[in-house]
């Protein structure tokens, strides 16, 4: 029978078309064996001829890949083509403005802004303004040529005896593992240059954010890395020594991420080195779990009970959370928690949907989470509503590359950005979309040496402060051009939308936007009433409506 069908497949069917490199091969390597007495020079047809063949024999034997069996060797070209397309449509195909997760042009700006060269753009722009996708912002007759340059932000509540001074625009968490230690450091040592902080991700406090003295956000995740007992739950010792440090400036609760919320994970146990284990304070050689949830909390007034010890243990530094929204109930309960307990978070950074990852399932990364649009907006009412903005600091995470990102975050409501994957453009990053496979072409997320090597650390700390002093100098010219003093001043109604061709309307006009106590007051908007009704300050689960 398996000889039938082996002849059924050789000799039936397009059997010429389907085996074509298969015939080709047997034909060379007669050929070459039949004339080799008369003239020797054809041995060289067996050099393409013998590799063509064995990885046809290969192939129609094997049965793991139907396409293999059936087009020998020839199916081999569509792996090829496929592994080729990403790079044929960037670099030949892809249009300026069509990239994803980020255009051609807005990598562009970044790399031209880190390297120093001119990043002017001539002709205009090339945005089409009658898009439904299209916004801008407002702008001034009578700029603001006084406008605050320094443009700081406090942060620290009432309850926070060392607040920090942070910059408008910081590097988002990335830990090392999922980046390499070339990377960390030249992303910390260009922090320190240039006066902003660098978030160390959920992975701890590793050597190389600590060797060159930027400021830090150390992130805990729900594995509690650098300061976890043996069975994976927080230990308040360790977590008072390493946060004592001078360079760690505040310390932030994840709760969860954009690109993969509710999502925990395995560092499988082959890759737990030495350095890794002692970093994150496991075993080496063993699973690292990142468990889904945290174990030293289980409802809003328990999280701020636990952030309260953190600020407590870490010396009166702020502390704050860092979430992709989900369910807004669960966001209005911890403001519910706050106004109850009267224990006050100092900042929380909202994580858009669209943030980006190592790795993540991609069904998490298209299809679960809140954008930071409207995580932002929903934040940001929360805190007014409750009468709780000028204690808490909001931050915004998700794809911020521009000044005109941060502005218009800004409008909606956010003290200050973070960035992760523009600041790995400042590096080199080249959109290679290879973060989980350990193979960057430009050594920033990978573990290899050899590729590592060149990433030089020096050179690329001074690209990452010079793309950080030029988004913030366009940041300063934007505000200048609105006439306010400094980007605290932005309010939704600066920022526009267009619906359609004919049509665009002002933030506030598209999204309701409370005023300060709206919500503990009672508020005509239904959805903001509903979810603030089914908030629990002792359960993320929803209050039961009458």
């Known amino acids: 029978m398996k000889t039938a069908t082996l002849i059924a497949a050789l000799f039936t069917d397009h059997a010429l078309g389907r085996n074509g490199l298969l015939w080709a091969s047997i034909l ?16 060289f047809l067996l050099v393409p001829a013998l590799p063509v063949l064995a990885l046809c024999l290969i192939d129609l034997t094997q049965s793991r890949h139907s396409l293999r069996r059936t087009f020998p060797a020839s199916a081999r070209f569509r792996w090829f083509f496929e592994w080729l397309r990403p790079f044929l449509r960037s670099y030949i195909v892809e249009g300026d403005l069509e990239g994803r997760p980020f255009s051609l042009d807005t990598r562009a700006l970044v790399y031209a802004r880190a390297t120093g060269a001119t990043d002017a753009h001539p002709f205009g722009t090339e945005l089409d303004v009658y898009d439904g996708e299209y916004e801008w912002l407002a702008h001034s007759m009578v700029p603001n040529t006084s406008a605050d340059t320094a443009m700081r932000v406090q942060v620290g509540s009432n309850q ?45 406090l590793s050597p190389y954010h600590l060797r060159h003295g930027g400021d830090l956000v150390w992130e805990l995740g729900s594995g509690y890395f650098g300061c976890r007992t043996a069975d994976g739950r927080f230990d308040p010792e360790r977590f008072r020594d390493r946060a004592a440090d001078e360079r760690v400036k505040m310390t932030e609760i994840k709760l969860s991420q954009g690109a993969k919320p509710g999502h925990g994970g395995v560092l499988p146990g082959p890759k737990v080195s030495e350095e890794i284990a002692h970093i994150r ?107 709780l903005r000028s204690q808490v600091k909001l931050a915004a995470s998700g794809k911020v590359a521009s000044a005109a990102g941060i502005a218009m975050h800004a409008a909606l409501g956010a003290d200050w950005c973070n960035a992760a994957r523009a600041f790995m453009f400042s590096l080199g990053c080249i959109q290679s979309m290879r973060c989980h496979t350990d ?103 929803p209050r039961l409506r009458n």
């Open 28 to 43: 060379l390597t007669a050929a070459a064996f039949c004339l080799a007495p008369v003239h020797p020079y054809v041995l």
């Open 281 to 387: 304070g496991v075993a080496p050689g063993q699973d690292c779990l990142s468990p889904a949830a945290h174990s030293a909390f289980s409802t809003p007034r328990e999280l701020l009970e636990f952030a309260a010890r953190m600020r407590e243990l870490s010396g009166g530094k702020p502390v704050g959370i860092k979430l992709c929204v989900g369910y807004p109930h669960e966001l209005f309960a911890v403001t519910k928690a706050m106004l109850a307990s009267g224990i006050m978070l100092d900042f929380i950074v909202i994580d858009g949907a669209e943030g980006g990852t190592g790795a993540a399932p991609q069904e998490l990364s298209d299809s679960l989470g809140t954008p930071l649009r409207e995580g932002l907006i929903l934040a940001r009412n929360a805190l007014v509503g409750s009468g």
């Open 160 to 204: 926070c005896s060392q607040p920090y001074s942070a910059s408008r625009l910081n590097i988002s968490a990335m830990s090392f593992g999922a980046l390499s230690a070339n990377a960390i450091e030249s992303l910390n040592l260009g922090a320190k240059i240039g006066g902003f902080y660098h978030d160390t991700g959920e992975g701890g």
């Open 439 to 541: 193979t960057c072409p430009t050594g920033i997320a990978t573990q290899s040496p050899a590729r590592q090597r060149g990433l030089v650390v020096s050179e690329k700390a001074e690209r990452v402060a010079r793309f950080h002093k030029s988004t913030i100098a366009a940041l300063h010219e934007i505000v200048v051009a609105a006439g306010l003093r400094s980007p605290d001043d932005f309010r939704p109604a600066h920022l526009r939308h267009r619906i359609n061709v004919a049509q665009a309307l002002q933030m506030d006009e598209l999204y309701p936007f409370v005023a300060p106590g709206e919500l503990v007051a009672g508020t005509d908007q239904p959805m903001l009433r509903r979810w603030w009704d089914e908030a629990d300050p002792d359960s993320f689960r």
